[in-house]
């Protein structure tokens, strides 16, 4: 079983920068990818990124490439998501989630087994 809890969020204004960190616990060499997701005022729950964790592969949402960046740090079992030249639209509640199996579409939430609560995430002057 994995649990897995965020942490980073805040108040930034826009062209801002902000670090999440996902902390995973639990049998943490069962999974196989780590996703960042998010969800803004009235709308739906989105992919943000992810990395696949036999080969350290990225995927990143069209709307946040060139902007954020994943990462991990094996030897603590937590994964961060850079997120730097924040938009007003990128203010959501951001989520980590986890993958036990092989990831088709990593943007895709039923994807995932194991879900964080969330860190706020709010870019605004």
């Known amino acids: 079983q994995l649990q897995l809890v965020e942490s980073g969020g805040g108040l930034v204004q826009p062209g801002g920068s902000l670090r999440l960190s996902c902390a995973v616990t639990?049998?943490?060499?069962?999974?196989?990818?780590i996703g960042w997701f998010r969800q803004g005022p009235r709308k739906e729950r989105e992919g943000v990124s992810c990395i696949i964790s036999p080969d350290g592969t990225t995927y990143y949402a069209d709307s946040v490439k060139g902007r954020f960046t994943i990462s991990r740090d094996n030897a603590k079992d937590t994964v961060f998501l850079q997120m730097n030249a924040l938009k007003p639209e990128d203010t959501a509640l951001y989520y980590c989630?986890?993958?036990?199996?092989?990831?088709?579409?990593?943007?895709?939430?039923?994807?995932?087994?194991?879900w964080g609560q969330g860190t706020q995430v709010t870019v605004s002057s």
């Open positions: 989630a986890a993958s036990l199996f092989e990831v088709i579409a990593p943007g895709d939430e039923n994807e995932y087994d194991h």
């Open positions: 639990g049998d943490t060499l069962d999974y196989y990818a």
